[in-house]
């Protein structure tokens, strides 16, 4: 008769099953009964900046200094920004994403917060939020930057992605705001300052006419001189008859009037030229400088008040440009099937791994099986 064999579970027998069986069959009943259908909708889109042409003037040097930089950069901020804590509760506020990956739309595992987990903070949130909701690539060589949500329904999945492209714009636009009122700041406050150089510059130079009794010792000058050469003409005049007098009658009593007239002509040529090109404070000469002084102070400050007006102006034109925005290439879609979970694929994965594992251990135990046996 032959011999009846009963079923016994070896070791290598329990091992299988630990590492393969019921491994694949957790994933043939979870991929093919359980895990929800994961929606995904795909942006892309690109950060562009306005390009200035540099130029010499203080106003292009601040503009060029203070406009952003390459538009590639940029784009990095709009990227942190889709993945912070403030773009979640921003959405979570306006869509109410927490209930869109909750209960019950997604399945025990893949929905927030998870099977057996009670911490719903948003800090997890986050979390989860990187790692099964939004992804975000950057090609640095094109510059687009693809935006990729997920959800368990298409619309959520589209609602999210058109959000974040919404909201990025915003951000874009709060920048450019920013930056045009710092440009506006900039330029007006170089506009006050300069005005008020210019009002102390002009209020020293009147209270010095007023104080001196000067108006333009330049021009004062050239009035006393021409009065010094009227006075060396008269002289001259008054010279040649004083002598045609004595040579035809010495005793004409025309004589001492004459002299007295030389005298006081000469006199008033001493003190013109004093006043003029004298050594003491009074003199046209030692004001003149100070005069000059602050005349040049003055044309400065009005040079750089008409600097800080063009500074001004432009300032003004280029608030009126938007100086970054983001420029969408593909708009987000409605999926009309599920990208995840590729069930197929999870199950022969997870069989090949639990393969893999039997494999090793079995090598390992029988290693050891053959040490202890020596």
């Given at each position: 008769m032959p011999r009846s064999t009963s079923y016994r579970l070896t070791p290598a027998r329990l091992l299988f099953v630990l590492t393969v069986v019921i491994p694949v069959t957790v994933a043939v009943v979870y991929y093919g009964f359980i895990a929800a259908d994961v929606y995904v909708s795909e942006s892309r889109f690109v950060v562009r900046s306005e390009q200035r042409q540099p130029g010499s003037s203080l106003l292009s040097s601040f503009l060029a200094e203070s406009s952003f930089g390459r538009a590639q950069d940029d784009a990095w901020i709009v990227n942190d920004y889709v993945l912070s804590m403030d773009a979640l509760k921003t959405l979570d506020r306006d869509i109410q994403l927490r209930k869109r990956v909750g209960d019950p739309y997604g399945d025990i595992v893949s929905r927030f917060p998870q099977f057996g987990s009670t911490d719903a903070t948003y800090e997890k949130f986050l979390d989860y939020y990187r790692d099964r909701i939004v992804a975000v690539v950057h090609d640095s060589t094109t510059s687009i930057t693809t935006l990729r949500t997920s959800a368990f329904d298409p619309r959520s999945a589209r609602d999210i992605n058109e959000h974040l492209l919404t909201m990025s714009e915003a951000l874009v636009n709060e920048l450019n705001r920013r930056a045009r009122q710092d440009e506006m700041q900039y330029a007006g406050a170089m506009v006050q300052e300069a005005q008020d150089r210019v009002k102390s510059a002009a209020l020293a130079l009147s209270e010095y006419r007023m104080n001196y009794a000067v108006f333009d010792p330049d021009r004062q000058s050239a009035l006393q001189l021409q009065l010094v050469g009227k006075l060396?003409?008269?002289?001259?005049?008054?010279?040649?008859?004083?002598?045609?007098?004595?040579?035809?009658?010495?005793?004409?009593?025309?004589?001492?009037?004459?002299?007295?007239?030389?005298?006081?002509?000469?006199?008033?040529?001493?003190?013109?030229?004093?006043?003029?090109?004298?050594?003491?404070?009074?003199?046209?000469?030692?004001?003149?400088?100070?005069?000059?002084?602050?005349?040049?102070?003055?044309?400065?400050?009005?040079?750089?008040?008409?600097?800080?007006?063009?500074?001004?102006?432009?300032?003004?034109?280029?608030?009126?440009?938007?100086?970054?925005y983001i420029a969408r290439v593909v708009q987000p879609r409605l999926p009309d099937a599920a990208e995840e979970p590729k069930r197929l694929r999870a199950v022969l994965i997870v069989f090949t791994m639990g393969l893999v594992t039997w494999g090793l251990l079995s090598l390992l135990l029988s290693g050891i099986r053959e040490h202890t046996l020596e």
């Open positions: 060396q003409d008269e002289m001259l005049a008054t010279r040649a008859r004083l002598a045609e007098v004595e040579s035809l009658s010495p005793d004409n009593p025309q004589i001492q009037p004459l002299k007295t007239r030389i005298a006081a002509i000469g006199y008033e040529m001493d003190a013109v030229s004093t006043k003029v090109m004298g050594r003491g404070d009074g003199s046209f000469a030692a004001r003149s400088r100070e005069f000059e002084r602050l005349s040049i102070e003055k044309q400065f400050a009005e040079r750089q008040l008409a600097s800080a007006l063009a500074l001004q102006e432009q300032a003004r034109s280029e608030a009126a440009k938007k100086q970054l």
